[in-house]
């Protein structure tokens, strides 16, 4: 959706750095959602974010919302190959439950 | 858990024919969604489902497309008639409590219209 601005839009790395992907939305939002995709795969749910400010973290990924919900971004810390694939930030403007998601980033992390 | 379950992964069909995809969303999950994913559009909220109830199906692109929820564990969409076009990776997944746990999504059907 054109509602959420992913970028970059593709990264490589090499194993061991840190980086950072970034999502977003010219509108305020009710929840941000960061999944991740291997290719043939479905999407596996990695973090939610609701209050402005809000930054959560899962072993080596910490995701972050603005104060005004309308940026977040995703860092990985010393990337390793098994961080590789598509990474999807996804956007619920009402609270009704109408997810929608940014065109993604592919992550390539080389040994 | 087994998850969010769809079948088939594949499918590949004729122009013209009808398909029919399935979904089992996970037990005590009380929204289902059902999206598509392209590489020229990325990945787009098709319809969704509250208490079995289709809320929202802005996003189905034509009257070709269908989908019903008979009953908590069950939804299908179906495609009739499928064109090439159509061809896609087709997502479900079910959340409860609006999502505050994440929605949970299941392997996909990656359909083929020849």
């Known amino acids: 959706s054109q509602e959420l601005e992913q970028s970059p839009q593709s990264l490589i790395v090499q194993e061991g750095k840190n980086l950072t992907i970034n999502c977003t939305s010219s509108k305020t939002l009710y929840g941000l959602y960061w999944y991740k995709q291997k290719y043939g795969e479905g999407l596996i749910f990695l973090m939610m974010l609701q209050k402005g400010g809000e930054e959560k973290s899962h072993e080596k990924i910490t995701a972050k919302l603005d104060e005004k919900k309308q940026q977040s971004s995703l860092h990985i810390t010393a990337s390793q190959p098994s961080h590789a694939g598509i990474y999807l930030c996804?956007?619920?403007?009402?609270?009704?439950?109408?997810?929608?998601f940014g065109t993604g980033t592919r992550l390539t992390v080389i040994p | 858990d087994a998850g969010v379950i769809q079948s088939p992964r594949h499918e590949v069909t004729e122009m013209g024919q009808e398909v029919t995809l399935r979904c089992k969303p996970i037990s005590g999950h009380n929204s289902l969604f059902w999206y598509r994913q392209t590489m020229m559009r990325g990945l787009e909220l098709l319809i969704y489902f509250n208490n079995n109830v289709p809320i929202d199906d802005s996003g189905m692109p034509e009257d070709r497309f269908s989908a019903k929820m008979p009953n908590a564990s069950f939804s299908t969409l179906k495609i009739q008639p499928s064109e090439p076009r159509d061809s896609a990776v087709y997502f479900c997944?079910?959340?409860?409590?609006?999502?505050?746990?994440?929605?949970?999504f299941g392997s996909g059907t990656r359909l083929t219209v020849v």
């Open positions: 997944a079910s959340t409860q409590d609006q999502g505050h746990y994440g929605y949970t």
């Open positions: 996804g956007a619920d403007r009402t609270g009704a439950n109408n997810l929608f």
